[in-house]
């Protein structure tokens, strides 16, 4: 797949260049919105207009600007790593900075989607590659020769046939008066001299880390900051019908208490209820705050939601499957007729449930109100979109809110959506002083935008020769008419659409009274499980290999007619294209290859299982080696990575990371995570209930490949993920012949050993 050309950027756009203190140089790039308007799918947002810094001072000192927020995904290496390759300077002599939220200077200031590395790749080598050529001028005119004569090395510009050279920091106050470069001219290094991407790079926040050094929104202090909390009803929605704070007030510590109706906000966020109704209790301390909470005595207006319930959502769902569907999502051929005709059908029904977000640090922010204005400090992976609802909600323009982005503990989409960061904003402008709000582990668990819970009964159909002929699916998930909740949508592209000649997606929803959102890999994380276990469960109906079953299936991809690439983040792919059959045989082939696929005589009670999924524009194909004794406990010996995200990995060792905690993170919804309702309230407050797998339970090896192929470098936060589900539960089934269709598998009874 190819990527849409970049165009030609105009001379004065391409750099802003003037002079710091001490004879420095500050170089920033302005992108044309056309390179980066690149979304999730769908139309992209504003058109974004970048400026990414590099600053040098008079001792050759070299500090690069991080625009992306941090959660956790390793981006504040990733990004500079590429400016730093073609600045030609050496990493250890870098430092990096990390922006705050400012529309004016950065475009696509997100996290999210595994959008990073596409959107950033080209732009973030240009302006490394523009701001080796300006010191290149700079030293031409100095010694008055060819710049075809200089090369750099080492933030460094060498004459070698005078044997001068100059460091970047004695050339910066001359680079302050040159022209920028026409962008026709720049030339971007040939990836076989690179001398920081491609070699592991340790995080920049490593040390701080792990020395706890106050660098997450969790640290963050302020003068004359007091700390809050924020009470919300169990149900969305729900209303403060009467409350004990005028006891509340008297308590030690405490400073103001007070009730927050939900204001109307014009415009809100689609899918973001905004700012929810509660009590907030400002106080000297947390705990103090914390301490006062556990007095509240709160009767709630809890509304129309307090009826529903997880066990109502399944038995609904059962009958809605006996049901003709809502709406057809697509149709090719005669799915129908296919089945009537087929030599073998196979229907089985899966399910899985919402889930949390459950990041390692919960939501806060710290905010400052002062004559009209809003000060704040906190993580979002979508900053301007909180913005937006601060302004919205204060009564406010953007411009008066002023967004530091601190280091998050933690997203997996939780942080895409600003609940926390409108709580302390607003909180902040009652009580009239700097106000630290911070969420409890019970407040984050059931107040989230949780993962959409959903069932899918499917139906398909093998001739003679065990092909797969037909495909019908009644998707059943969450919403108002025609219209899915947050992340609760099929799209007509989803995998296996244009591999089977005759394939029905069908759709119906029914009403919801919680939050959903995006979670690590949106959709994909449960489609794949379900997609992926029931073409293994068609294999085995075949009498095929598994492996050898999801190669033929990739060989018989339909023609479809030419389309623009699907964008970053599509589950699926957004467009005909979708997956790559080519791209998606090569990462199966390999991942069989390194496995010892059908090659290891395995003993009783062990087995392989395989699975492959696209999403976010990153091919992955996942083999399991999983041990199962007689009591159903699950021991996971070794998993086998194969990945295709494109011609180069940028930071080898960190990709590895991310790869195995996409991994790690996939067996926890695997196994036990799950979020149920009963009277409208989520049932689970705190990881004792919401488990993660836990490091004696996890697989001693996560072996990662790359195939490297002949196309841009894509993301990996999110397509890591999804096959793993579907991976383990094919290996269970093979060692015990139990074919578990709902999720979590601890309900079925198994159990990590």
Known sequence: MKRPESKPMERRSFLKISALAGGGVLLGL???PEVLAQGRGGPPAAPPDPHNFIRVAADGTVTIVAKNPEVGQGVKNMLPMLIAEELDVDWKSVKIEQADFDDTKYSAQSAGGSTATPINWTPMRQVGAAGRALFVTAAAQTWNVSEAECSTSS?????????????????????????????????LKDPKDYKIMGHTQPGNDVHAIVTGKPIF?????????????YEKCGVLGGKVASSNLEEIKKMPGVKHAFVVERPDITGAVVGDPGLESGLAIVAETWWHAQSARKKLRVTWNEGLRADQGSVAFAQRADEMSKQAPQRTIRADGDAEAALKGAAKVVESAYSYPFIAHAPLEPQGATAHWKDGKVEIWTNSQQPGAGRRMVAQTLGITEKDVTLHMVRGGGGFGRRLTNDYMLEAAYIAKEAGVPVK??????????H???????FQYLKAGLDTSGKLVAWRNHFISY????????????????????????YELHASVQPLGIRTGALRAPSSNAFAFVIQSFIDELAHAAGKDPVEFRLELLNSAQPVAATPPPQPGGRGGFGPQGVNPERMKGVVQLVAEKCGWGKRQLPKGTAMGVAFHYSHLGHFA?????????????????????????????????ADNIVQGGVIDGLSELMAQEITLEKGRVVQSNYHQHTMVRL???PPEIEVHYLKSNNPPTGLGEPALPPILPAVANAIFTATGKRVRSLPFSKSGFSWA
């Open 30 to 32: 302005h992108t044309e």
């Open 155 to 187: 933030g460094r510009v060498s004459h070698q046939a005078s044997n001068r050279s100059l460091g970047y920091g004695e050339l910066a106050a001359k680079v302050a008066t040159l022209t920028a470069p026409a962008m026709a001219g720049l030339k």
């Open 217 to 229: 929104a969790i640290d963050v202090k302020v003068p004359g900051m007091l700390c809050a909390v």
């Open 437 to 446: 709000l911070l969420w409890s582990r019970e407040d984050d668990m059931t």
């Open 448 to 454: 989230d935008y949780y993962r959409p819970g959903g």
């Open 479 to 502: 919403g108002e008419g025609e219209r899915f909740v947050a992340s609760g949508a099929m799209g007509p592209t989803e995998f296996p659409q244009r591999f089977i000649p005759n």
């Open 622 to 654: 996942e083999v399991a080696e999983v041990k199962v004794d007689a009591a159903n406990k699950v021991k996971v010996n070794k998993i086998w990575v194969a990945a295709d995200v494109g011609s180069q990995i940028i930071n080898p060792g960190a």
């Open 696 to 698: 004696a339970q996890s």
